[in-house]
């Protein structure tokens, strides 16, 4: 199944509204959204303090993790990418 990297902007919020969302994010794809697999997602936080998410799903379509999105309301996406394929270091070390 297709795997996508998903940029979001949440602005300034605090960890127990970034909370509510994942909440609400799961609950959506146990009930909705079951052809979708929420992977992980990083979080992180811009100079200007806005936190930011880059999270993997993995989605027969690109455009179901846009409806999943939509159904989650606010903070929609930003960027979306098919990934192509993993790299780790090891793959470069030799045996």
Not at 5 to 15: H, K
Not at 39 to 63: L, N, W
């Amino acid at each position: 199944m297709p795997r996508y990297l998903v940029q979001r902007n949440f602005g300034r919020v605090d960890d127990e509204h970034m909370k509510i969302r994942s909440t609400r994010s799961t609950e959506l794809i146990d009930n909705q959204f079951t052809d979708i697999v929420w992977e992980h997602s990083h979080v992180v936080a811009t100079p200007d303090g806005d936190v930011k998410t880059f999270c993997i799903y993995r989605s027969p379509s690109e455009e179901l993790v846009h409806e999943h999105a939509e159904a989650l309301g606010g903070h929609t996406i930003e960027v979306i990418f098919e990934i192509g394929g993993d790299v780790e270091p090891d793959d470069f070390r030799k045996h």
